[in-house]
């Protein structure tokens, strides 16, 4: 959706969320692959996900790419990847930022259709991770590490915060 015009966009846009279809990015990926054989001027590659989101329909960041031919850089690592797609997609804002972990977590839950068995509430298994950072601002700027990782309940991973000089909170 990159290179269609807006007056097409417009169009398909109505089209798309009367179907409930869910969109997954994988802006490490597009950006590298499409249109790199492109003159200059060079297409960006990456679907139009902050008017997608904007226009009310589902958006996830991912990454299909770990350490291979497409795409050496991989590594499974999305905050990496939501911190590129941020940049790369102009999501900048107050609302985008303070909203971004949505689109590697929920977003990709309701993309699964994993809802039913996802997030923390009784009744559901207790599988998560606490990152490191207080809010969205603060986990992407730091790329909050895994303090926890919790499997049915059972810790995985636990590890002691990083101190750091300066935390930058949203609110």
Avoid at 98 to 127: M, R
Avoid at 137 to 146: D, P, Y
């Amino acid at each position: 959706m990159h290179s269609y015009n807006n007056a097409y966009c417009s169009k398909l846009f109505r089209l798309l969320k009367k179907s409930k279809i869910n969109f997954v990015s994988c802006p490490t990926e597009s950006i590298h692959l499409q249109g790199r054989f492109d003159t200059y001027p060079k297409r960006r590659g990456i679907t139009r996900v902050k008017e997608l989101r904007e226009a009310g329909m589902n958006v996830c960041f991912a990454q299909d790419s770990i350490q291979d031919p497409w795409y050496t850089l991989g590594n499974g690592k999305l905050l990496r990847v939501l911190d590129a797609g941020l940049h790369i997609c102009h999501m900048m804002g107050y609302r985008d930022l303070s909203t971004a972990l949505d689109l590697i977590t929920i977003n990709g839950a309701k993309t699964l259709q994993v809802e039913q068995q996802y997030g923390i509430e009784e009744g559901k298994p207790a599988n998560f991770i606490i990152l490191q950072g207080c809010d969205d601002l603060a986990v992407i700027q730091q790329q909050g590490e895994v303090l926890y990782s919790v499997r049915q309940g059972e810790i995985l991973v636990q590890r002691q915060p990083a101190s750091l000089l300066k935390t930058t909170h949203l609110s």
